[in-house]
């Protein structure tokens, strides 16, 4: 099983909502992350956890804070975010270490109105 | 700070055609290096990972190269399908197990 999975897979929301975007993965990975994508740009690293631990923060604003309550869970809070916050967020994992392959799960489309 | 560049931005071909995806990257430290597919809207789905220790990855129609002294990595896409129409992305690996993407390129292949 190499599936990496999010939920939701669209997300519409105001800019004075909270919310949040969740991941999970079986495959007994220690290392996960969250990464942003724009329309027809390549995905920037937003955040990297180790063995549960947050280990980079990309200069991420506050309104973005991630969570990782267990191995095999990671989540990205969301709260009063802005119009340019709209983006395609994914969720990846890993074995920690030099010469691992990252999974990606198939991304939340978030809408900020 | 590590670049990462994908020439060409676009590529169209007639199927049955090989595919040579370039990519090249300007800090020689890396960990690996990984080939990854996107279709529109979805996520990444990851082709092969290239060790630094490693010259070529092989997986069916797909081969991979790495020189890491030059700083480039192509990827060879054998009797290309119209199913191979996707973008495709490098990514390279460092320390923090952190991934450097670049721009991608966007194939399509002609039925």
């Known amino acids: 099983d190499t599936e990496v999975t999010q939920t939701p897979k669209h997300l519409v929301m105001g800019m004075t909502n909270k919310k949040s975007l969740k991941c999970e993965q079986h495959?007994?990975?220690?290392?996960m992350y969250w990464y942003k994508q724009k329309a027809k740009k390549p995905p920037e690293l937003m955040f990297v956890y180790s063995y549960e631990k947050l280990s980079i923060n990309e200069s991420v604003p506050s309104r973005f804070s991630p969570e990782c309550p267990n191995s095999s869970l990671l989540n990205l809070h969301l709260h009063a975010l802005q119009p340019e916050d709209s983006a395609l967020y994914l969720c990846a994992s890993s074995h920690p270490g030099r010469n691992t392959e990252a999974f990606f799960g198939q991304g939340t489309r978030l809408t900020v109105v | 700070k590590q670049e990462v560049t994908q020439i060409p931005a676009a590529l169209s071909v007639p199927e049955g055609e090989n595919l040579v995806l370039n990519c090249s990257f300007t800090?020689?430290?890396?960990?690996?290096l990984q080939w990854f597919r996107q279709d529109p809207g979805k996520g990444l789905t990851s082709l092969l990972l290239?060790?630094?220790?490693?010259r070529e990855q092989t997986s069916g129609r797909l081969n991979a190269s790495l020189d890491k002294s030059s700083g480039r990595s192509t990827l060879y896409i054998a009797a290309s399908q119209p199913g191979d129409s996707a973008t495709y992305l490098c990514a390279v690996g460092a320390a923090g197990n952190k991934l450097t993407f670049g721009g991608g390129t966007r194939v399509l292949v002609k039925p």
């Open positions: 495959m007994g990975h220690r290392a």
């Open positions: 800090d020689s430290a890396i960990y690996n």
């Open positions: 290239i060790q630094s220790s490693q």
